[in-house]
């Protein structure tokens, strides 16, 4: 199994508050790994920083080595904009930009002066499936479609850019079950050709979804593995209470 993303002994404070402890993990190529763990644990964190998000926040400090692709993100030749583009995020809350749908999808391909925009347009709607619910209404405002349907719009406009890596920080947590199954079916559909890695608060979820989980507690990562050993097997106790809803 190819490693697309290596954490080496990754450290981040926010100001005096240490929010990620050491963390050393390999996210698999083509495959969805799953960050679990309670609330505050540090998993938007450390999602955040594999595509450099939190270069945003202020007064923060990050120690240790993220590789992509053997390259470290934080060296100092690294491209922000490019890095990414390669590595895309979709966050918890659908954010469409205020145009049309089919502004949405193209607004970054035309940025970086791509061509045949109708054609990229139409297949990132296709992979999102979301192309059969809005190819006839291309030119109506993306915030007049549903919650679940946002966040496929979302996905289409992360898929125009060509991706190579996909985030997604609790990208089903507002939206009901058939929107969130439709999610899930999308992400096993993107699995061949993308790295995806999901945040969820959803143990089913993970369950179904993920080929890896890994498991974080008060910044900490506890544990790491295929997903069905760490669900039936948890080396961990403190990962066993947390999977059967004991804690967290
Ligand atoms: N911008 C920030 N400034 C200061 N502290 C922060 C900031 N963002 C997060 N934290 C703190 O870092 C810790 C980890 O937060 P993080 O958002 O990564 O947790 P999480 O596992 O994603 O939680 P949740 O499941 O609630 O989304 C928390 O204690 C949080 O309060
Ligand atoms: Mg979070």
Redesign the pocket.
């Known amino acids: 199994m190819t490693s697309k993303i290596v954490s080496r002994d990754v450290n981040l404070w926010?100001g005096e508050?240490q929010?990620l402890k050491d963390i050393c993990l390999e996210i698999p190529e083509n495959k969805i790994t799953a960050l679990i763990?309670p609330?505050?644990?540090?998993?938007?964190?450390f999602i955040r920083c594999l595509n450099r998000m939190n270069d945003l926040?202020n007064n923060i400090r990050i120690e240790g080595q993220i590789l992509y692709d053997n390259i470290d993100i934080y060296g100092k030749d690294v491209d922000v904009v490019e890095l990414r583009k390669s590595i895309g995020m979709v966050f918890q809350k659908p954010n469409p930009f205020p145009m049309s749908i089919y502004d949405n999808v193209a607004y970054g391909p035309r940025i970086h002066g791509q061509r045949n925009i109708d054609k990229i347009v139409e297949n990132s709607l296709k992979d999102a499936a979301l192309w059969e619910e809005v190819s006839e209404r291309l030119d109506q405002p993306a915030l007049g479609l549903s919650g679940g349907q946002q966040q496929r719009l979302c996905i289409a406009r992360t898929l125009a850019m060509k991706p190579d890596v996909i985030l997604f920080d609790e990208p089903c947590s507002a939206l009901d079950p058939i929107s969130t199954g439709k999610i899930e079916s999308l992400m096993e559909g993107l699995k061949d050709n993308y790295t995806q890695v999901i945040?969820t608060?959803n143990m089913q979820q993970a369950a179904r979804i993920s080929d890896c989980t890994a498991f974080?507690l008060l910044g900490e990562l506890i544990e790491m593995g295929e997903t069905k050993r760490i669900f039936e097997m948890p080396q961990e106790k403190s990962t066993e209470d947390y999977i059967t809803g004991r804690v967290g």
């Not at 609330?39 to 964190?45: D, E, L, N, P, Q």
């Open positions: 926010y508050k929010a763990g609330s505050g644990c540090g998993k938007s964190t926040v945040v608060h974080f």
